[in-house]
């Protein structure tokens, strides 16, 4: 049973352009939720995160929207770069020290 | 600031062979967590250490994984004997618990292949 629920494999965006990425949960109990970025051969790196007594928060180009009574949170990075080419996943957290993560979305930003 | 240590960074082995994976956390970070990533279950925890002592090893699959944190800069994850499906990159992560809500830091992983 999956409670953190990434269902877009991957997406392909322009340069320049917005990516919105999106993330669903299932568990009322996680009240801190975490966007991550891995790059092949190297471990996840925290990019932000957001507590559930927010509905967003912004880091220069990317911002994190929660919304509780959907369960959803979404990432946006404006403008987008090639560099942001990266797997993008999701954890929440509820309480405890256990993250759990959903199973990632794979961005490509095209030159 | 060294991040979080993981050796080795690639492992082939052989099925029934003994692996040992080692994990050195971020200096000052007192919990320390061993995911594993597969295509097919994405990245799940194992087993995470708080001040050394193991908290929670609901993740761990079966007896032939055993995790040890000895002292707080060393950790090791331990798969005897193993078996092609564990074929998978193990990261190790840390963060300083303080409150409820924490930042985990993750190494680069460690690629197994059991043959």
């Known amino acids: 049973d999956q409670q953190v629920k990434q269902n877009s494999p991957s997406l392909s965006v322009q340069e320049g352009r917005i990516s919105i990425l999106n993330c669903d949960y299932t568990n009322s109990m996680f009240d801190y939720f975490l966007w991550y970025k891995k790059y092949p051969a190297e471990g996840p790196t925290f990019l932000i995160s957001?507590?559930?007594?927010?509905d967003k928060n912004e880091d220069g180009r990317f911002t994190v929207f929660l919304n509780k009574s959907a369960k959803h949170l979404s990432l946006h990075i404006v403008p987008s770069q090639p560099g942001d080419s990266a797997v993008y996943f999701c954890a929440a957290n509820g309480g405890s020290e256990k993250l759990v993560f959903g199973k990632g979305t794979k961005l490509t930003v095209n030159p | 600031d060294a991040g979080v240590i993981q050796s080795p960074r690639h492992e082939v082995t052989e099925m029934g062979q003994e692996v040992t994976l080692r994990c050195k956390p971020i200096?000052?970070?007192?919990?320390l967590f061993w995911y594993r990533q597969t295509m097919m279950r994405g990245l799940e925890l194992l087993i995470y250490f708080n001040n050394n002592v193991p908290i929670d090893d609901s993740g761990m699959p079966e007896d032939r994984f055993s995790a040890k944190m000895p002292n707080a800069s060393f950790s090791t994850l331990k798969i005897q004997p193993s078996e092609p499906r564990d074929s998978a990159v193990y990261f190790c992560?840390?963060?300083?618990?303080?409150?409820?809500?924490?930042?985990?830091?993750f190494g680069p992983g460690t690629r197994l292949l059991v043959l």
């Open positions: 200096s000052g970070h007192n919990s």
């Open positions: 992560a840390s963060s300083l618990v303080g409150g409820i809500q924490e930042t985990q830091y």
């Open positions: 957001i507590s559930s007594i927010k």
